[in-house]
């Protein structure tokens, strides 16, 4: 599977974007989809998952609340809505997929490139 994440750009604090993960080569029916960041000199870190029919999601302190993950197997994409971002959001945002689980301890397989978010105060 290959995985391709976008969507990402420069907003202002208190804004919104939406991420998109486009996959390709196969289908992303019965995979689980995560949502992780990286900040500058950080540790990449979960954000979101959800299953491979989207009805169970997980959601990191971070995600909680202000992200949602959905995902649109039909045409093998998966979204991170991001509302009422802070600066402290700003990172690369990756997106994941695997053959078991969802959520923070899952096996993530494959991994997309990042896409950029920054967000201004």
């Known amino acids: 599977v290959q995985l391709q994440a976008s969507g990402g750009g420069l907003v202002q604090a208190g804004g919104s974007l939406r991420l998109s993960c486009a996959a390709s080569?196969?289908?992303?029916?019965?995979?689980?989809m995560g949502w992780f960041r990286q900040a500058p000199g950080q540790e990449r870190e979960f954000v979101a998952g959800?299953?491979?029919?989207?009805?169970?999601?997980s959601y990191s302190d971070v995600g909680q609340g202000r992200f949602t993950i959905s995902r649109d197997n039909a045409k093998n994409l998966a979204y991170l809505q991001m509302n009422s971002l802070k600066p402290e959001d700003t990172g690369v945002y990756y997106c994941?997929?695997?053959?078991?689980?969802?959520?923070?301890?899952?096996?993530?397989?494959?991994w997309g490139q990042g896409t950029q978010v920054t967000v201004s105060s």
């Open positions: 080569g196969r289908t992303l029916r019965g995979y689980g």
């Open positions: 959800i299953g491979a029919m989207g009805s169970f999601t």
């Open positions: 994941a997929a695997a053959r078991i689980g969802w959520g923070p301890d899952a096996d993530f397989d494959y």
